[in-house]
């Protein structure tokens, strides 16, 4: 059955409840697989059947849970979405604005002490009514009409505390301006308590208001990568240069590019070559030298020389923007620690309103007098000091902050659990070939047994080689064309498979292969024996060049060691992680490669069909497994293994079959990465350790506990304060994770 999944804006939420009744609500629509909702980034993922699933069931799902769903076929990524953002933000500034502006007045009026200093008519008890009646139902609207919302589905969250507590300040207060009579009978001073509700909203408005701009500083990632795009591009079209917008360029279009500008988008090389930097993928600093052929990226920028290219990707299908859909996913995706703590938060607002309703009890029946007015008051303390937000706020701050930070880097972590499950990892176990090699066989030794020199060995090889279709072939050649040797004209060229390949040159037999073609061939090859042990027990591949019946020379060929390889190895060993090679080499080549990079543990001759078995075998032993392949061939043992890890181009399947994708291809992200995994795994914890914490300090407080030992009681206004402190407290957390080192 094909599943789709769609990401979309969610407008209303407050805290970890508002996540849990959308999820909910999403889950029970028919056709709907799974739906993870992230409060940081207020967005929701959705993975349902096509068939039974349209947008407006999805919509009105939402809309019926009190929230609102803003459904498009792509998200947002220009500059509607920050302008929409920095309306919101506009217009909860000039809430927080009125309702402190009111609530301030209303407090200078109304508190002991500082109400001597007011003027008279803010002392008035009908003034106050008229002051606090815009602060409680036009800017704290937004909490009754989600509690509304929560109370159709017979459930609670933030909202329903806040506007129980301040509806309860409210209404004892309009109560006893209205009808004062009745509260003097009961023998109750008739005092309102206006400043308590309006200020509370203020402060809590006031709370948002700081908690939506520090959220905003940790989706800057996204920013930073979306601001990297081009907005136009020189095309060639009809023998004329213009100007086009990116949304024009078409694939198969001639673009020209110029020192200093952004390349617009992906493709190969025609013409020219120049020296790029493209640290906006893959983190390295150092310029990367291109010329015709080579495949240049979109965003990256062009540093000396002019070249034209063919457009090969547009639109949504380049590496940048497959970069901003990857971190936009992860970013929106949710940890097996964030689930713990959304359970907990669900249970955790009935539990609150019970306990306040114990308060208002305690208070009333055995407080001293007045038991009603000591009772409303701990009541509201309780409700507003026990709002969850932070507790919704934890773990995806975190995990925003650490996977965008993993994008500057050129580490692309698919989601959170991916950057949760990575700091366990104690054995990683690596492909050879591609991920700790080159991938890319080379000419590493050129031996002379007679007159010739090297460059004339190379030139008898590479035209007796350049019809040869064997993998080997490929990498003389190449060294023939990087030295500029000009090629001899080969006649009656013969492959002979499992052997090599011979043919005439110059009137000469020149024949080259392995040790069967000379034996073959009758040559004798005593005289270099000591010289291809040394070279084959190195992991090189040696080839013998035979001319006239003779020896002449030596050439050997070998899949090179990556120059990241060593440092990468050396900074995961330094955190304690076991390190094995897996390849289908046979165990003398593997041994070589494992000898000089110092990893004991080598899966040789194991087949690519075979590589997940071994991945299974490893995690039988107890171990958390990392596998780190190229992530296409290696598929298989990638899903396998707890966290996959590609070295990858970034477009390619590395991105679907891999946890991790690796871009810059450098092997010292792998220890970067993990250890992204633990400083963010670290901020996880200290942030849902003060979310907890404050809730179960200040609880008891707010209830009175300290009451009956120091006469303390908890006010109301102080509550709204903590708890607003207490949400930008752990987004605040969260944002030092970007100054946090990982290399």
Known sequence: MEQNRKTFLIKGMHCASCVMMIERALKKVDGVSEATVNLATEKATVTYDPIKVTDEKISSAVSGAGYQAIISDEIKTDDEEQKEKQQELRNLKFKVIISLILGGLIMWGAFPGLMNTAPAILRNFWVQLLLATPVQFWA???????????????????????????????????????????????GITPM???????????????????????????????????????????????????????????????????P??????????????????????????????????????????????????????????????????????????????????????????????????????????????????????????????????????????????????????????????????????????????????????????????GSMNKNELLKLAGSIEKGSEHSLAEAIVKDVENKKIILSKVEKFKAIPGHGVEGIIDGKKIIFGNRRLMEKEGINIDVASNNISAMENDGKTVMMIGAENKLVGLIAVADIIKESAKDGLLALQKLGIEVAMITGDNQRTANAIGQKLGITRILAEVLPDQKEAEVRKIQAEGKVVAMVGDGINDAPSLAAADVGIAMGSGTDVAIEAADITLINKDLKSVAMAITLSKKTMQTIRLNLFWAFGYNIILIPVAMGILYPFFHVLFNPIFASVTMATSSVSVVSNSLLLKRKKIV
Request: net charge neutral; glycine share 8%; charged share 20%.
């Open 192 to 258: 309102p308590y206006f400043d308590t509700a309006s200020i509370i909203i203020g402060l809590i408005l006031l709370g948002r208001y700081f908690e939506a701009k520090a959220k905003a500083g940790t989706s800057e990632a996204i920013k930073k990568l979306i601001g990297l795009q081009a907005k136009t591009a020189r095309v060639l079209r009809d023998g004329k240069e213009i100007d086009l917008p990116l949304s024009e360029v078409i694939i198969g279009d001639i673009v020209r590019v110029r």
């Open 260 to 449: 200093g500008e952004k390349i617009p988008v992906d493709g190969i090389i025609v013409e020219g070559e120049s020296s790029i930097d493209e640290s906006m993928i893959t983190g390295e600093s150092m310029p990367v030298d291109k010329s015709s052929g080579d495949v240049v990226v979109g965003a990256t920028m062009n540093k000396t020389g002019t070249f034209t290219f063919k457009a090969t990707k547009i639109g949504a299908s380049t590496m940048l923007a497959q970069i901003i859909k990857l971190v936009q996913e992860a970013q929106g995706s949710k940890a097996p620690i964030q689930r713990m703590a959304d359970l907990v938060s669900s249970y955790f607002v009935p539990i609150v309103l019970m306990l306040a309703i114990l308060t208002f009890a305690i208070w009333y029946i055995f407080g001293p007098a007045p038991t009603l007015l000591f009772a409303l008051l701990n009541m509201v303390a309780v409700l507003i000091v026990a709002c969850p937000c932070a507790m919704g706020l934890a773990t995806p701050t975190a995990i925003m902050v650490g996977t965008g930070k993993g994008a500057e880097h050129g580490i692309l972590i698919k989601d959170a659990e991916s950057l949760e499950t990575a700091h366990k990892i104690n054995t990683i176990i690596f492909d050879k070939t591609g991920t700790l090699t080159k991938g890319e066989p080379e000419v590493t030794d050129i031996i002379s047994f």
């Open 140 to 186: 704290g609207f937004g909490f009754y009409r989600a509690t509304i919302s929560a109370l159709k589905h017979r459930t609670a969250n933030m909202d329903t505390l806040v506007a129980i507590g301040t509806t309860v300040a409210y209404g004892y207060s309009a109560f006893v301006t209205i009808l004062p009579q009745l509260v003097t009978k009961i």
